[in-house]
């Protein structure tokens, strides 16, 4: 007897052994297969969204009170184009409130992957194009000052490296001719792009870049390391002679910064910048006030010994906050500014990036008690649309009221408010639902007066029976005189007044009059009093068909030979293409036709 006998059951799974897997089976493993296969692609992507997309879809800002200039439906950075005039600038939306905007133009100096031509631009209170200037370079700081009784258009233009700059300030006069170019003192490469603040002595303050060896193991990098060491200097404009010189490294240690070392530091290339300075200005007593913006700080500096008297927020604060530390709590700020009675402005950006907490940037005043070590709150400028500018940005006070204006930076926007901080002017330059992407940025705006006579002539193009005309920079223009070639004139060349138009907007249109008598003309632009400030080029108006020229017998001549020429071509092509289509068909005729192959002749006959 056997060691097992055979069973049915037995029997089946054995014979199932041979017969192999059944079709069900397949068909189970593989359908599980495809399931897996599909959850593993689902959970894949769905990884690589939340990871990628997500991050950037919680950065777009849309709010239910946005325009659709805010949305977007005008582009990213809105502008508008000229005829007379090649260059596109910003477009603006403005929103105002109680007494509106100040009158005065502001200056900006937008750049971003949205900006048609970036460069300086000066807007008038309507948000008008009044000058621009298209710089390959990037130019930041624009605004207005004075040196020696005059006014000046200052601004930074070189190249941006990670927030820092290796370029030149330039000074134009107020025809736009550049009157100063200035650079560091020492061997730096160049001056760096935060500051260039011209002080009422007739010198200038500027900041710089070096990078210079330390000691980095106190925040976890080496002992030899790297730092960008934050320094700014007073110049002499006239002579560019350096009057004072104060290094960051030597008053503060590196580990009293908030910015995270990030594997940088270990070359002088990847210098960590621990301190980050972007002002510097300059109070009645000489002495120095200094933003660093990864310390979180603002700093007294005494102008003999470049000793630090004392030191506002971050670390290092050595004032008691009597706001319950809203005057305290400022991070990652700009543009810090004295004014009198012991009080400084500044622009609390509270974010460094998008990955950043939620934080809202603002405007503040601050109050300081020096000798009690005391610092108060008297007013913060918040926006309407809960701003978080994560970069750049700036306070500006507009009068002896308190009016000041927010330059919101990284955010395309500046805002306008009454000293307590209620909102009388907003105007923005980007769609605000893409601020967060800095596709449209300037690293300040601000308010100022403003003369400007430029030397060049007034630009003028002819489009139809209209003639558009502007004056890049030409501030006292009001109106355009339309002004008629005289043929009667034999000698000179003399031009008769017709009519005058105002001046709308930075290009006028202007309907040309049929009734004007010559197709040649000028335009005289003219000031409040009634002087001519300057003339167009002659302009030609635009002809119609020509009678005369339409009736002579050559032209006709001319044009049926031209027409019997042409068809004869085309004819003849035509009739060579028939040819070649008959002689194809004949081909192909004879080709229906083949050769059979026949036996003998015995054979065939028999067939």
């Known amino acids: 007897m056997s060691a097992w006998t055979w069973t049915p059951a037995c029997f089946r799974r054995q014979f199932s052994r041979l017969r192999g897997p059944s079709p069900h089976s397949k068909s189970r493993s593989r359908l599980s297969c495809l399931i897996l296969a599909i959850a593993g692609v689902a959970i894949s992507l769905l990884y690589l969204f939340y990871v990628f997309a997500v991050p950037q879809l919680l950065r777009f800002r849309f709010r239910l009170d946005l325009s659709p200039y805010d949305l977007g439906f005008y582009g990213f950075g809105p502008s508008r184009s000229y005829v007379s005039f090649e260059y596109e600038s910003p477009m603006v939306e403005i929103t105002e409130w109680g007494s509106g905007c100040d009158s005065r133009y502001t200056f900006l100096a937008p750049r971003g992957d949205s900006v048609a031509h970036p460069g300086p631009v000066i807007l008038d209170a309507d948000g008008e194009l009044v000058w621009m200037k298209y710089n390959w370079d990037t130019t930041q700081d624009f605004k207005v000052q004075q040196y020696n009784g005059a006014d000046y258009l200052t601004y930074w233009e070189g190249t941006e490296v990670e927030s820092r700059g290796f370029g030149s300030w330039y000074m134009l006069d107020s025809t736009y001719t550049q009157k100063y170019q200035m650079s560091p003192v020492g061997n730096f490469g160049g001056g760096d792009l935060h500051e260039f603040h011209i002080t009422e002595q007739g010198t200038v303050l500027v900041t710089v870049y070096d990078p210079v060896p330390a000691d980095l193991t106190s925040i976890g990098g080496s002992e030899l390391g790297w730092i960008l060491d934050g320094i700014f200097q007073e110049i002499d404009i006239e002579t560019g002679e350096l009057l004072f010189e104060w290094r960051a490294s030597k008053h503060y240690p590196v580990n009293s910064t908030y910015e995270a070392l990030n594997g940088a530091g270990k070359d002088r290339n990847n210098a960590f910048d621990f301190f980050h300075i972007n002002s510097v200005d300059k109070d009645e007593r000489g002495n120095y006030i200094v933003s660093a913006r990864h310390l979180h700080s603002v700093s007294y500096i005494d102008h003999a010994t470049g000793d630090v008297l004392w030191t506002l927020g971050g670390k290092l604060n050595e004032f008691t906050d009597l706001s319950d530390g809203q005057a305290t709590n400022f991070a990652w700020q700009h543009d810090a500014r004295w004014h009198a009675n012991n009080t400084i402005t500044l622009f609390d950006n509270a974010a460094h990036s998008n990955s950043d907490p939620d934080s809202e940037s603002r405007g503040m005043v601050v109050q300081l008690d020096i000798s009690g070590h005391t610092a108060e709150l008297l007013a913060a400028y918040y926006h309407p649309q809960q701003m978080r500018s994560v970069s750049q940005g700036n306070v500006q006070i507009l009068d002896e009221s308190g009016r000041a204006l927010v330059g919101w930076g990284h955010s395309a926007a500046f805002t306008e408010y009454t000293a307590d901080g209620d909102l009388l002017c907003d105007?923005?330059?980007?769609?605000?639902?893409?601020?967060?992407?800095?596709?449209?940025?300037?690293?300040?705006?601000?308010?100022?007066?403003?003369?400007?006579?430029?030397?060049?002539?007034?630009?003028?193009?002819?489009?139809?029976?209209?003639?558009?005309?502007?004056?890049?920079?030409?501030?006292?223009?009001?109106?355009?005189?339309?002004?008629?070639?005289?043929?009667?004139?034999?000698?000179?060349?003399?031009?008769?007044?017709?009519?005058q138009f105002a001046k709308t907007g930075f290009e006028t249109e202007i309907e040309i009059p049929e009734e004007l008598g010559s197709p040649l003309f000028r335009l005289a632009a003219m000031d409040a009093e009634g002087n001519v400030l300057g003339y167009t080029e002659v302009l030609q108006k635009e002809q119609g068909v020509d009678v005369d020229e339409l009736l002579d017998l050559h032209n006709w001549i001319v044009a049926a030979a031209f027409i019997v020429s042409v068809g004869g071509l085309v004819l003849g092509l035509y009739q060579c293409c028939g040819c070649c289509r008959i002689l194809s068909r004949c081909r192909r005729r004879q080709n229906e036709y083949q050769l059979v192959a026949f036996g003998d002749n015995e054979e065939s006959e028999s067939v």
């Open 427 to 499: 105007v923005h330059f980007g769609a605000s639902a893409f601020f967060s992407f800095g596709r449209v940025v300037s690293y300040r705006a601000s308010k100022g007066t403003w003369v400007g006579r430029p030397l060049t002539i007034p630009d003028a193009a002819v489009m139809g029976n209209h003639v558009y005309v502007s004056w890049n920079g030409a501030t006292e223009v009001v109106a355009w005189r339309l002004e008629v070639w005289d043929a009667r004139a034999v000698e000179d060349s003399t031009f008769d007044v017709f009519a």
